[in-house]
T-cell receptor, first 113, second 118 residues
Framework: QQQVKQSPQSLIVQKGGISIINCAYENTAFDYFPWYQQFPGKGPALLIAIRPDVSEKKEGRFTISFNKSAKQFSLHIMDSQPGDSATYFCAAPLWNAGNMLTFGGGTRLMVKP | NAGVMQNPRHLVRRRGQEARLRCSPMKGHSHVYWYRQLPEEGLKFMVYLQKENIIDESGMPKERFSAEFPKEGPSILRIQQVVRGDSAAYFC????????????????FGEGSRLTVL
């Protein structure tokens, strides 16, 4: 069964540091790769997404880097803040599951003051 | 503009009872997805519905689980004869169109229904 593999499972970063989360996928049905952010007790919400016609997309402190040949994409959080502490999920519309998004296992990020 | 509304937010059931979880999608959204999240785990797809139709139920257990999205009213995820392993957060998401027509893969999630089976 095709999967979306995410690493690391958990991450602790000092305030002001860079948080990096990686994701690897198999064949996709459609061309978009989103990252979702989930705070405790809440539902996930779209944070940023990229289409593979570009290798990088930046929105504020959040950047997605995309490597189509390697089938990998990553989320970089610059100048990490305690308010960024949350669980982050990458997702992809896999080829054999085109009706839904398949999510990675999640990364629990803690940003220490 | 209300978001995706799920209720109940918390539900406690004893083994063997039935659980009914309701989801009202965002206004104008006709596509509904149900996901399950076990503690400390990711989101697992269960079922995708449009009004009056189940489009994809490949992630739904074959027994005890069913889902519907009637012409009028919310989508309902029904779990019969619950067992302890059903304890999880169940999230509903909606979108205005199917993923084939999407540009970002954005699903709008509710805050979830947390089921505890005693």
């Amino acid at each position: 069964q095709q999967q979306v593999k995410q690493s690391p499972q958990s991450l602790i970063v000092q305030k002001g540091g860079i948080s990096i989360i990686n994701c690897a996928y198999e064949n996709t049905a459609f061309d978009y790769f989103p990252w979702y952010q989930q705070f405790p007790g809440k539902g996930p919400a779209l944070l940023i997404a990229i289409r593979p016609d570009v290798s990088e997309k930046k929105e504020g402190r959040f950047t997605i880097s995309f490597n189509k040949s390697a089938k990998q994409f990553s989320l970089h959080i610059m100048d990490s803040q305690p308010g960024d502490s949350a669980t982050y999920f990458c997702a992809a519309p896999l080829w054999n599951a085109g009706n839904m998004l398949t999510f990675g296992g999640g990364t629990r990020l803690m940003v220490k003051p | 503009n209300a978001g995706v509304m799920q209720n109940p937010r918390h539900l406690v059931r004893r083994r063997g009872q039935e659980a009914r979880l309701r989801c009202s999608p965002m206004k104008g959204h006709s596509h509904v997805y149900w996901y399950r999240q076990l503690p400390e785990e990711g989101l697992k797809f269960m079922v995708y519905l449009q009004k009056e139709n189940i489009i994809d139920e490949s992630g739904m257990p074959k027994e005890r689980f069913s889902a519907e999205f009637p012409k009028e009213g919310p989508s309902i995820l029904r779990i019969q004869q619950v067992v302890r392993g059903d304890s999880a957060a169940y999230f509903c998401a909606s979108s205005p169109r199917g993923l084939a027509g999407a540009s970002t893969g954005e699903l709008f999630f509710g805050e979830g229904s947390r089921l505890t089976v005693l």
